[in-house]
Structure formats: C-alpha cells, structure tokens
C-alpha cells in the first residue's frame, strides 16, 4: 500500500496477467482490454485528424439542449450495448463448449454475467429510456427545455462517470463476480477483499444519483412546463408513462444508494450491517437492493409501454383505444410494484403466508398489463396499418413479450419458484421481458424520433432487416433456456458435463451469432442512413404524418423548439388541426426566446466524481479527496455565475420558422389515398390546404 498510488501496482492489468500465466482465458482478457484501449485511441485519432474536439465540446458536452443531451444518453448506451452484447456471446459461447472444457476461468465467467448484468440494466437500457425521454417529451408537452437543463446535464455526466468506472475496470483491476445485485456476504471484506465490489459499488453510487436527479428533473418538466391546454388527460401516453416512470425514479434509487453507501461502508469502514457476525443481516441487503431493483424493472419497460402507445396509435391511423383505462393501468403498475420485491427471493426462509402475499401481489400486475396489451390490439384493430419498422418492432413484441409475462406469472407462485428459482428458466425468464418489451421499444423509440432531432430518417428496409435479426436472435437465444433450467440447469454456471444440455446450448449459442449479426446491423443502418441523409431528409418535421405535438415543428427540431407555445385543445391535437386547417397558421408576433447557456458544469462534475470513485476503490485518497472537494467547489462557483441565459432575437426565430412554414406550404399534400406508399417521402403529410 503506498501513498501515491494506493492499493494500484503495475502487475493489476490483464496484460501482466497474460505474461504470468498465458492460456485462453487470459488471453481473452487481454483481449477485450486491449480493445478498450484501441477504442479510446481510435477516437481519439479520428477526434483529432477531422478537427472534431472543438465542435465536440462547444456543441455536445458543454450543450444543455435537452434534445442533444437526449442523444449523448443514447450514444453511450449503444457503445455499453455493443460491450454488453459481445459479453453475453462470450458467456454463450463458453457454455456452448463447456461439454469440451470451455475456455474461460469460473472467475472469468463471473465477471462476465456481473459486468453484463450491471451494464445492460444500468449503462444500456437506463440511459436508452432516459435518452428517449429526453428527446421526446419536452416537445411532447409543447416545453422549450426541461425544467432544470443543468441539472439534466449533471445526470448525465453521473451517468457516463459510472459507465467509465465499468469501462476502465476492465483495463486496471477486475470486475465484481457477485452479479448485478451484488449480494453480500460473497461481495464483503471477508470473501471479496479485492477491488471488484469496489468498482460495482462507486459506478452504482455515482449513476444511481444521476438517476434520481433525473427522475425529478422529468417529474417537475411535466408538473410545471406544460403549454397551455395540455391538462394531464391530453397528454400524450409516452409523457404519461415517463411521468410514472420518473416519480418511480425518485422513490426507487434512494433505497439502491442506501444499500449501497451502507455495503461500501462495510466494506472501507468495518461497519457490519450485512456480515453474518457482529450483529450484521445480509436479509437487509436482500431487501433494501430489491425495493429497489423490483421497481426498477418497471421504471424500464413502462416508457416502452409509452413507445408501443405512440407506435399503436400513430401507424395505424386512429386515435388511441382506451386512453383512460391505459393511464390507470400505468398508475396501477407504477404502484403495485413497489409491493412486490420479495418475489426475488421466495426461497429465503420467511414464512409460506407472507411468500403468498407477495406472490399474489406480483401477479395482479398481469391484469393492469393485460389491460394495456388488450388496449394496443384495439387500436390496431380496423386501423389503416402502415408496417413501418417500430410497427415490425410492436409486433415482436406482442409474441415474445406476452410469453415472457407469463412465465413471470408462472414464477410468482412461490411452490413453483422453490423449483426453478435460479436456474436458466430465470434466464430465460428476465430476458424474454427485458429484449423484447425494453429494447424492442427503445428501437422502435430511435427509429421513430430520430427524423424529429437529424432532420432525416433511419433506412426502412435495413431497419426491418434488424428487426427481424432481433427477434430470430432473441427466439433462438433465449428459449431454449428455458427448457435448460426445467431441466434443472442453474443460472451462472461456467461449465457442467450433463450431456443432455448439449443440444440446447448449442442453439442458444447460433441464436447469440443472430443477436450479434442484429447488433451490427443496427450500426450499419446508422452508417448507411447517415451517408445517405439526402435521399432520407424529412425537413418539413412529420413524416410519420404524427398526431401529437413533436410533430408539429421542423426537423431538426429549432433549439428552442417552439416559436409560439403551442395552445392545445385535446388528444392528438396536432392531428385534428391538420384535419381542420388549424396547423401550420402564420404566427403573427415573434418574441424573444431566453434559453439556458452552455457550460461545461456537468463535465466538471462527471470527471470530479470519476477521480472520486476511481480514488477510493483503490484507496489512493489524495485522488478521491481531489475529486470530492472539486465536486461542492464547483457548484459553489456555478452558483455565483450571472450570465447563465441566452437571448435568441424575435429576428432570428421569424427568419428560421417563416423558412419552414414556406416549405410547408409549398409541399403537395398528400391526399388519403396517397398516404399508403411509404409514408416518409420527406414532406408535411396533411389533408387539405393548411393555409
Ligand atoms: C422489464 C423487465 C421485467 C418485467 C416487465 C417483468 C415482469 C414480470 N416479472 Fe420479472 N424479472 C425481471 C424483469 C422483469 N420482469 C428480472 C430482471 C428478474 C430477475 C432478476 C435477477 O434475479 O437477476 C425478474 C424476476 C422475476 C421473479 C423472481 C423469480 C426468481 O428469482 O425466482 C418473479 C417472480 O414472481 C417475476 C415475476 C414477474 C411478473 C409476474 C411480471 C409481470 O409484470 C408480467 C405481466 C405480463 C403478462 C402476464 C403478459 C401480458 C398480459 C396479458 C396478455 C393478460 C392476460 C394474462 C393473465 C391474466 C395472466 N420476475
Ligand atoms: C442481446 C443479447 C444478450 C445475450 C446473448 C445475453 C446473455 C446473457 C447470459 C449468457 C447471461 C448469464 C446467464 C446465467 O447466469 O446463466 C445473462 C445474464 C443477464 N443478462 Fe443478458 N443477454 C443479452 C441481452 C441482455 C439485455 C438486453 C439485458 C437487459 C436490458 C440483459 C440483462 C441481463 C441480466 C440482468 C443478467 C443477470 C446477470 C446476473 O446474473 O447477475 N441481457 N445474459
Ligand atoms: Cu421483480
């Protein structure tokens, strides 16, 4: 242990690991490090040969438009998704050639579920939900910003400060091997003395507030920053089930960062809240880490539910059925989840009632989601169906995401969760929700929105390609688990010699290629579309022919997004007022729009609180003092900042909106019977002269 640096020695990287003991395993780690590496280099050479630093940092890192703060969550997502997935291929491909000896170490295999796990629920579909949200409903409401954009931009830096601690994790030290819950005793001092629970618990504690800052960031944006007329029952179901999604936010992470404050200070302290001696109780941690880790859960798949309201509604051309019953119904989830934690842990040994107490607790939640998935058919039912590639994505979902609900409620009898809790069935169970309800809906999300922030829109054709990809991948991938686990396989299992599990793994390995070839896919729609941005550019703004407000401006959305605050009137509002001749009308006064500055503040604070966890799993103190006194400076100096607005002239505002509004009403209307070709040919789609 020395001064300067702490616990770290030169002999902590997979390379030196490599040269002690060369075999796959090492050599795999190595791998992956080095590509960590490559990857920083790389960017960091393409950064400098396009003269990209500077527009990087003026126009992304240091903005507080909500819109770009939206696609930097989505960024940092795809890049964790690509570690994310290429992980669980690894973990398939070792299992699928366990029965001739694998070859990846048990603590290789470890880390691999744990840095998975943590990664696609916190780094992959957390920041893909909170991106989405981002993006969408400030415009959805008719709002110019989120209600607090610093604050917006400070979750934001939390959120990739955790994301770097998992990335760096596998360059210096190695990762946690307790999964993505962490649970002591196996994670305390006692069992784990090394630095993996270190890195799991700081990238947790640092996210986890981001998190929670964003929650009420998006609770007051949709209390406070509504246009006038948007009363809560003309608000579109997206911005409802963010709305719940971010009040589930605020009462759900207060509990992961207490459980997780309190195993850090068992950890760096010796306090003993969850030792098995000293009067500690790890049945504390279980508790505490599933009041949050159930919630969460739901905090992922209801904005999904948004999406599949918007999609539903949208592309088939009819105002949502039962819009009531699917706000309730998301209230009702958004509640009843927060009582139903201890399904996680049915085989703990309390007592067979308050096991049925939970158990039927958990499966009241099939019926205000039944509720939901009923009310989506409805609206598809007799409607002018456009099959777009969100609509392909909704219709994956239907099929796959129902089985998975259901096997849910298969588990939530806890006679029957004696049986196959913790085995593949589990597995099986989780990612048959988690792939097609969240990620499903967060690809439909991106392929939907994105023509509202880059003014062009994502390939049709490769987009369908990907779908399809996903939902074969997924199928092969996942099904077979469950046959696995009600054969009696066990979840993390690095290696086993039962022969008869050899022909499913093997299929769930083909599927993990097929998930792979999706992932790439998804890269190369990017690619293909961004090259190709004339052919696919949507200036006019609505080229989904949309009902609701985002719709109603051009693409990209104007920085301020609003000329004139919207006056809204009812549901789909925008959609009637195409119908009636309302939308599009000259606006006769312009304004002065007062918008919030760039800083570099949530930078400031992202790289702070990176020394600060970085210093303290590897006990190199002056590092993390520097990074926990940088953190309260910083804010003391934001605080006495003056020049925190910006004024964008009435002249400016008039040039951009007369521009477009001209182009609208240059553009031929499409006439209904028009509408069935491919409904995004780059120009407003209205009925009738808005003029
Ligand atoms: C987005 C994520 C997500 C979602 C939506 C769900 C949804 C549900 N989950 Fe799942 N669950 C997870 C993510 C999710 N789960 C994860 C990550 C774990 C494991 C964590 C770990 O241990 O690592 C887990 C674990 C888990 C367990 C613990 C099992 C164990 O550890 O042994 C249980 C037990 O009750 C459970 C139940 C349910 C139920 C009843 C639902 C219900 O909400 C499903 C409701 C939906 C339907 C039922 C389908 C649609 C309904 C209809 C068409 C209406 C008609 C149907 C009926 C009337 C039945 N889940
Ligand atoms: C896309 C392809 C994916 C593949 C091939 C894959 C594969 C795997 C594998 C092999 C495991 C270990 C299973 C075991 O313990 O036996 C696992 C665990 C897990 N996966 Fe995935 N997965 C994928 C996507 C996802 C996504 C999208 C999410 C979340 C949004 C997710 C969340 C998890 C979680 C939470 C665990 C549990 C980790 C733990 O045991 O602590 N996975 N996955
Ligand atoms: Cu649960």
């Given at each position: 242990m020395n001064l300067l640096f702490g616990r770290l020695g030169w002999t902590d990287t997979p390379f030196a690991e490599l040269i002690a003991h060369p075999s796959v395993n090492t050599a795999v780690a190595s791998g992956a490090a080095g590509l960590v590496i490559l990857g920083a280099l790389v960017t960091t050479v393409l950064l400098t040969r396009y003269r990209l630093w500077v527009p990087l940092f003026r126009d992304w890192l240091t903005s507080v438009d909500h819109k770009k703060i939206g696609v930097m969550y989505i960024v940092l997502a795809l890049v964790m998704m690509s570690r994310g997935v290429a992980e669980g291929a690894v973990m398939r491909a070792q299992q699928g050639t366990a029965l001739a000896g694998g070859f990846l170490s048990a603590d290789h295999f470890a880390q691999l579920f744990s840095t998975h796990g943590t990664i696609m629920i916190f780094f992959v579909a957390v920041p893909m939900i909170v991106g989405l949200i981002n993006i969408a409903v400030p415009l959805q409401i008719g709002a110019r910003d989120m209600a607090f954009p610093v604050m917006n931009q400070v979750s934001l830096g939390l959120t990739a400060s955790g994301a770097a601690l998992m990335m760096i994790s596998l360059v210096i030290g190695q990762f946690a091997t307790g999964g993505w819950t962490n649970y002591p005793p196996y994670t305390g001092l006692a069992f784990n003395p090394g630095v993996g629970p270190d890195y799991w618990l700081w990238a947790i504690l640092i996210s986890g507030v981001g998190s929670m800052l964003s929650g009420i960031n998006f609770a007051v944006t949709i209390y406070k920053k509504r246009a006038p007329g948007m009363h809560y029952m003309r608000m579109t179901l997206f911005t409802w089930t963010s709305l719940c999604t971010a009040i589930m936010l605020i009462y759900a992470m207060p509990p992961l960062t207490v459980s997780s404050a309190m195993l850090a200070l068992d950890r760096l302290l010796g306090f003993h809240f969850f030792t098995n001696d000293l009067g500690g109780n790890m049945m504390n941690y279980a508790n505490i880490f599933w009041m949050f880790g159930h919630p969460e859960v739901y905090v992922l798949v209801l904005p999904a539910y948004g999406v599949w309201s918007e999609v539903a509604s949208t592309f088939s051309g009819k105002t949502l059925y039962g819009y009531t019953s699917l706000v309730l119904a998301t209230m009702a989830i958004a509640v009843i989840s927060f009582t139903v934690w201890l399904h996680h842990f049915f085989t703990m040994g309390q007592s067979s009632s308050v096991n049925i107490a939970f158990g039927i607790a958990t499966m009241v939640i099939a019926v205000p989601t039944g509720v939901k998935v009923y009310d989506w058919m409805a609206t598809l039912w007799r409607g002018r169906i456009r099959l777009t590639v969100p609509m392909i994505y909704l219709l994956g979902f239907f099929m796959l995401f129902v089985i998975g609900g259901m096997t849910g409620m298969i588990l939530a009898n806890p006679s029957i969760d004696y049986q196959v809790h913790n085995s593949t069935f589990l597995v099986a169970h989780f990612h048959n929700v988690l792939i097609p309800g969240v990620l499903y809906g967060v690809l439909a999300g991106i392929h939907y929105w994105f023509p509202k922030v880059f003014g062009f829109r994502l390939d049709e054709r490769l987009g369908r390609v990907t779908a399809g990809l996903w939902v074969v991948g997924f199928s092969l991938t996942f099904f077979p688990l469950y046959v696995l686990g009600l054969m009696g396989m066990p979840r993390r299992l690095p290696d086993f010699d039962d022969s008869a599990y050899g022909p499913w793994v093997t299929v769930a390995g083909i599927g993990a290629l097929v998930v792979l070839a999706a992932l790439a896919m998804i890269f190369f729609t990017f690619w293909y579309s961004i090259r190709h941005r004339d052919r696919f550019a949507?200036?006019?703004?609505d080229p989904w022919d949309g009902r609701t407000l985002e719709w109603s401006v051009a693409a990209p959305a104007p920085e301020w997004n609003f000329a004139r605050l919207p006056q809204v009137r009812q549901v789909d509002d925008f959609w009637r007022a195409k119908q009636d001749g309302r939308a599009y009308a000259p606006i006769e006064e312009y304004e002065d729009i007062v918008m919030p500055r760039s800083t570099a503040f949530g930078l400031v604070i992202a790289v702070a609180s990176f020394c600060m966890g970085f210093g303290i799993i590897w006990h190199i103190w002056w590092f993390a003092a520097l990074g926990f006194v940088a953190i309260p400076a910083a804010m003391i100096f934001r605080v006495f900042r003056t020049d925190t607005e910006r004024t964008i002239p009435a002249a400016e505002v008039r040039e951009k909106t007369e521009a477009w509004l001209a182009a609208v009403h240059a553009a031929t209307p499409v006439t209904r019977d028009e509408e069935d070709t491919p409904a995004n040919r780059g120009r407003a789609v209205f009925e009738g002269n808005p003029a």
């Open positions: 949507v200036p006019l703004g």
